[in-house]
Structures are given as structure tokens and as C-alpha cells.
Antibody
Framework: EVQLVESGGGLVQPGGSLRLSCAAS????????MHWVRQAPGQGLVWVSR????????AYAGSVKGRFTISRDNAKNTLYLQMNSLGAEDTAVYYC????????????WGRGTPVIVSS | DIVMTQSPDSLAVSLGERATINCKSS????????????LVWYQQKPGQPPKVLIY???TRESGVPDRFSGSGSGTDFTLTISSLQAEDVAVYYC?????????FGQGTKLEIK
């Protein structure tokens, strides 16, 4: 089955760190560009970051640049998002998504993992 | 950054009637080299991830009912549902993938009148 499954979300204190994972299956992970998109409670969708197929180029939203790092392990078919210096504004459901090629629309999404930043 | 603005923010339409959602980008998302508009429409239902409806502004995703259609070019786009069904109640988002950051519209909540 073609799917993306996120994990690693949870409750973290302000200023803390968290690493999200996204396990891919059912397709050739190493050939796809991957993204993280987040959605705060009751709010809209916000693109966070993307990484190319071999992990050599990345891009970030201004709100997370310098705090978040996207990476991937093609041998493990897994995408990561290392999040540091977390603040309340980072509270959201984090989705991973793939694109067939860049630039293109996100044609497969995971179900998301929630991140709550609170003391 | 390209700003995506949807209108209206919410919409109530009777079953079987037409629903129209607009999306305007702050700059053109049309690539002249391939004449493609880098614009996608998603549908999101509560507790679910977004689902692709239309990409390249007017290409319907496989499996999406033909009552959904997309139109427009450059900076102005429209998603049309020709005959609203109960299962179409959702929030609809447009998104540009022309350049990073890939920005979304604020969403349009569609309800049954």
C-alpha cells in the first residue's frame, strides 16, 4: 500500500526539541521530493520545508528557518524533521507529503502527527 | 512570498446547486516555458489530511468526480462544483507550487444551505 506514516509528535515544553519521522512505503521513496506541512488547531495549511530526492537541497519557511532541519534516509525510506527552540506558535499537526517531481503538487499525504508546545 | 487569497471564507449552497470558490495569487503562477499554471486545489474534511482535487489549475486528479472542475490562469483561479453533494462539505484550499515558500490560501469552508 502506498502510504506515509508520521510519528514522533507529542507534548514538549517551550524551548524544547522534537524529531518527527515519516515512514514511506509502497513507492520508490528515493526518487521523490518530500515536504512537511503543518496545521495549527482550527487554522489553515502552512508549508514548512522540503527536501529533494537525494537530500542535497532543502528549503524552509521563514518562520522555521534556523530552528528546523529536514533530512532523509533513503536506505530506511524515512523523512525527518528536527525541531529546536520550539514555541507555542509551533503547536500544530505536522503532515509529511510527497511530490512526484519538483515543482509539483503534493500527491500523497500522511495522516499527520500532533505537536503541542506547552508548559 | 506569493500570497494566495481565497474568496469567500465560507459558503453555503443548496444540494444540487453550483458552488464556486475563487483564488487569487499576488503574482502570476504561470510558467511561460511550459504554459502551465502551478496551482492545485485540495479538499480537507475534519480529522483528515488534504486530498488533491485539481492540479495544474484545471487537471482533475484520478478518481475525483467530474462535478469538480478548475479554471483560470496567471493570477486568478476558480474551483467549481457543478452540483453540490452532501459529501462535498469540507474546507477547500488552493496552493501555489510555482516557488518556495509554497503558499496556501486561507481556506473556504463549504456547507449545505
Amino acid at each position: 500500500e502506498v502510504q506515509l506514516v508520521e510519528s514522533g509528535g507529542g507534548l514538549v515544553q517551550p524551548g524544547g526539541s522534537l524529531r518527527l519521522s515519516c515512514a514511506a512505503s509502497g513507492f520508490t521513496f528515493s526518487g521523490k521530493w518530500m515536504h512537511w506541512v503543518r496545521q495549527a488547531p482550527g487554522q489553515g495549511l502552512v508549508w514548512v520545508s522540503r527536501i529533494n530526492s537525494d537530500g542535497t537541497t532543502t528549503a524552509y519557511a521563514g518562520s522555521v528557518k534556523g530552528r528546523f532541519t529536514i533530512s532523509r534516509d533513503n536506505a530506511k525510506n524515512t523523512l525527518y524533521l528536527q525541531m529546536n527552540s520550539l514555541g507555542a506558535e509551533d503547536t500544530a499537526v505536522y503532515y509529511c507529503a510527497k511530490t512526484e517531481a519538483a515543482p509539483k503538487h503534493f500527491d500523497l499525504w500522511g495522516r499527520g502527527t500532533p505537536v503541542i508546545v506547552s508548559s | 512570498d506569493i500570497v494566495m487569497t481565497q474568496s469567500p471564507d465560507s459558503l453555503a449552497v443548496s444540494l444540487g446547486e453550483r458552488a464556486t470558490i475563487n483564488c487569487k495569487s499576488s503574482q502570476s503562477v504561470l510558467y511561460s516555458s511550459n504554459n502551465k499554471n502551478y496551482l492545485v486545489w485540495y479538499q480537507q474534511k475534519p480529522g483528515q489530511p488534504p486530498k488533491v482535487l485539481i492540479y495544474w489549475a484545471s487537471t482533475r486528479e484520478s478518481g475525483v468526480p467530474d462535478r469538480f472542475s478548475g479554471s483560470g490562469s496567471g493570477t486568478d483561479f476558480t474551483l467549481t462544483i457543478s452540483s453540490l453533494q452532501a459529501e462535498d462539505v469540507a474546507v477547500y484550499y488552493c496552493q501555489q507550487y510555482y516557488s518556495t515558500p509554497y503558499t496556501f490560501g486561507q481556506g473556504t469552508k463549504l456547507e449545505i444551505k
